[in-house]
């Protein structure tokens, strides 16, 4: 899974409980990326980082935040959980923004929001 | 609003039938099309891919068709086996969102032995 690491795998959290996600890489890629799956929609971008501390808003960045403080980590953070947000979270990390150089994704976190 | 529409939702092939997949953009500054595979509980996996300049690419059973003036791609997945099995999305993106991928909403296949 080209070095992609995923924590946790498996999420339960309460309605309004903050929430951090983690995705850990091992190939020292230039950009990383956070995506929602959810049924009927396909994935949809969330943030994205193209170097330390550089992030950008995606598609559905609304409750959402980013951090990438190591080239190594991109977390992800719900600070206040809804409903809504019970999803599939993927990372994907790329060498470099480029046509040239393909998003390799992890294997997701199942998060539920109760 | 969805920059990548795909079609069908679903699709059933008999084993070494011919699986077809389409899909269409707006985004004129797309110059990158990948498909990807997902099998369940997995992330999904770089297929195949095409860049504007050329109307077809080949890899083994799969082949992407592009046509640039009418901006749709599609995917060919020649004699379909049942480890074909899978959900697949067609993708794009460009250098104005870092190469962020925009994806179709998925096509899930089924071949039947």
């Known amino acids: 899974d080209a070095g992609i690491t995923q924590s946790p795998r498996h999420k339960v959290t309460e309605t309004g409980t903050p929430v951090t996600l983690r995705c850990h890489q091992t190939?020292?890629?230039?950009?990383m990326y956070w995506y929602r799956q959810d049924p009927g929609h396909g994935l949809r971008l969330i943030h994205y980082?193209?170097?330390?501390?550089?992030?950008d808003k995606g598609e559905v960045s609304d409750g959402y935040s980013v951090s990438r403080s190591k080239t190594e980590d991109f977390l992800l953070t719900l600070e206040s959980a809804t409903s809504s947000q019970t999803s599939v979270y993927f990372c994907a990390i790329s060498r470099e923004g480029s046509s040239n150089s393909p998003l390799h994704f992890g294997n997701g976190t199942r998060l539920t929001v109760t | 609003q969805q920059q990548v529409k795909q079609s069908p939702q679903s699709l059933i092939v008999q084993k070494g039938g011919i699986s077809i997949i389409n899909c269409a953009y707006e985004?004129?500054?797309?110059?990158?099309f990948p498909w990807y595979q997902q099998f369940p509980g997995k992330g999904p996996a770089l297929l195949i891919a095409i860049r504007p300049d050329v109307s077809e690419k080949k890899e083994g059973r799969f082949t992407i068709s592009f046509n640039k003036s009418a901006k749709q791609f599609s995917l060919h997945i020649m004699d379909s086996q049942p480890g074909d099995s899978a959900t697949y999305f067609c993708a794009a993106s460009g250098a104005d969102s870092g190469y962020a991928l925009n994806f179709g909403k998925g096509t899930s296949l089924l071949v039947t032995p």
């Open positions: 980082s193209y170097g330390v501390k550089d992030t």
């Open positions: 985004n004129t500054a797309f110059d990158y």
């Open positions: 190939e020292n890629h230039r950009y």
